[in-house]
């Protein structure tokens, strides 16, 4: 069956512009989490949805960050105001139920702020 | 909070040889721990977890881990290693009761022929 979809996989952004990332869950997993994994470091948590509600957002670096399921499927992760620091691949997962279960990875999108 | 130590940036293993990746874990109440591993250019892939019950615990393709309370240890293992097993392999943990999960920062596992 299908994975975990991303898009784009690679965005180059200039400093300030504001960008969106996309991620398709696998169907019928009620529980999406977004990471950031920098170049050469694990996946560092940043925000977990069950179903539509955004359970805990307390890995979000700053208030640039924002995430959002509006109908407990598609997410979508948004970054206002893009600064280098913020140039890392995005990893989003969903699983099953809860973090108790395993959870299935996208191939990730590659943030490139210049 | 809850953390996790992967003390091996990188292993390097004879083909036929066993493997250790190692991983040792701090969290407050009990632990859910994971091991995932991630091929070049392929996203990262779930091996085996321990929720409860037995301390040894297999999953995919021959890897097996034993969960070590006293010494707060969840080492990776496998008995005879293969060139194709050559990857990127991260540790996590999940203290119960939360959905927050913590990775390590990865070991190298390289497998020379």
């Known amino acids: 069956g299908a994975g975990v979809s991303q898009s784009p996989r690679y965005k180059v952004a200039k400093r300030g512009q504001d960008v969106a990332l996309r991620c398709d869950p696998i169907s019928g997993h009620v529980s999406l989490f977004w990471y950031q994994q920098a170049l050469g470091q694990g996946p560092e948590f940043l925000t977990y949805f069950q179903n539509e509600a955004q359970l805990d957002k307390s890995g979000l670096p700053s208030d640039r960050f924002f995430a959002e399921r509006p109908e407990g499927s598609v997410s979508t992760l948004k970054i206002q105001r893009t600064q280098q620091e913020d140039s890392a691949v995005y990893l989003c997962?969903?699983?099953?139920?809860?973090?108790?279960?395993?959870?299935?990875f996208g191939p990730g999108t590659r943030l490139t702020v210049t | 909070a809850q953390s996790v130590a992967q003390p091996e940036d990188q292993v390097n293993v004879a083909e036929g040889n066993p493997l250790t990746v190692k991983c040792t874990y701090s969290v407050s109440g009990n632990p859910y721990l994971f091991w995932y591993v991630q091929y070049p250019n392929r996203g990262l892939q779930f091996l085996l977890k321990y929720i409860t019950g037995d301390n040894l615990v297999k999953g995919s393709y021959g890897f097996e881990a034993e969960f070590n309370k006293s010494q707060t240890s969840f080492h990776l293992k496998k008995p005879s290693a293969l060139v194709s097993d050559s990857a990127l392999y991260f540790c996590a943990v999940r203290e119960g009761g939360y959905q927050k999960v913590t990775f390590g920062i990865g070991t190298k596992l390289q497998v020379i022929p």
């Open positions: 997962a969903s699983s099953f139920r809860g973090g108790g279960n395993e959870q299935y």
